[in-house]
């Protein structure tokens, strides 16, 4: 292998040993600091916080958070701490429950 060959895979090798990401919690936002994407989450805007296993944090893997205005929930994963430990806390910090509720388009006329 040529000097410049082993200086790509050694750069590659190095970008991508630092992956990890960092999840912040401030009074208002929720922050995850991460190297591709940083992401930034209003308080108010999150609806539910759960699992990817719904209703069994201790079974999870990563934590599902859903957030308004997404197509998609969040789903955050690869934490030292499991998230059987951060769903109850990020749970009570947003003040949601593990279901988002029901939107007026969505609720059943009376």
Do not use: C, K, Y
Not at 62 to 84: C, I, K, Q, W, Y
């Amino acid at each position: 292998m040529s000097l410049s060959g082993l200086l790509i895979v050694m750069a590659v090798v190095l970008a991508l040993t630092d992956l990890r990401a960092t999840l912040v919690l401030t009074d208002d936002a929720l922050l995850l600091e991460r190297r591709w994407r940083p992401l930034r989450v209003p308080r108010e805007a999150v609806l539910a916080v759960d699992g990817n296993i719904h209703g069994r944090p201790s079974w999870s893997e990563s934590v599902v958070v859903t957030v308004a205005g997404r197509d998609r929930p969040v789903r955050l994963g690869g934490f030292e701490v499991h998230a059987r430990v951060l769903i109850p806390r990020l749970q009570e910090w947003s003040g949601v429950g593990d279901t988002a509720p029901a939107s007026e388009d969505s609720a059943s006329p009376t």
